[in-house]
């Protein structure tokens, strides 16, 4: 295989190759615990490769960055919750599907939008205040469902799954090992539709993956390592903040 004749296809620029690079490096750190700058990275590849054709440039790499996740923090892990989550990810996953094609991706974006902001005010209202909301199954389910529809569409669980995870009030490395894996799952699960219904992972998109992969795990490490500085009470503050303004960059956009 011709690697550079595919690369040089892409036709990208070197500010465009510095941005996905960027791009990869951020998906690193964002999967390694530093949450909320997923948005940033689906912005930049959106801007290099269109909105739906860059969801398939991504996937690949959310699989090959929850696979450094789920092995470093694996023991983690609270698997009571993946359960309760998956079996309505992948209910919202097969929605997705059958929206992508119909639904104006800048409507679903501005919807979502509106949903992680007010979802964020009402988790800070009650931050400190005893609620029954975290533990009714109706939240958990229409979190799970709405996560996997939203990861379908635009890959934007994660501001979803972290509310919830949030609201259940996980400690940092169980916030993230409980992530890791559910959304290595999801994402595994949702290639086939990428592949052979949207047709938006190809070998062409593979290739530029693999040529992202260190820029993937750089940024997984040096953003493990700001993770171990970082407190459970400031964690959480972090959390609340980068989801906020990544609603509000989501809406504005």
Known sequence: MDYAHIIQSFHLSIFQWLAIG??????????????????????ILAFVFGEKASTGVLLPMLIGADILAVIYYNRHV??????KLLPFMIVGVLVGVWLGNDISELVFKRIMAIIIILSVLIMVYTENRKTSIPNNRLFAYSSGFM????????????PIADIYFLAIRLPKNEFIGTGAWLFFIINVFKLPFHIFIWNTVTVETLVLNSVLIPFLIIGF???AYIVKLISNVNYRRFIFIVTAIGGIILLLR
């Open 221 to 223: 490490f040096v953003g």
């Open 22 to 43: 960027l791009a990869g490096f951020l998906l690193g750190a964002s999967k390694s615990g530093i949450k909320g700058i997923g948005i940033l990275i689906i912005i």
């Open 147 to 158: 996560a996997g529809v939203a990861s379908m569409i635009g890959n934007l669980a994660g």
């Open 78 to 83: 609270q698997w009571k919750y993946v359960i």
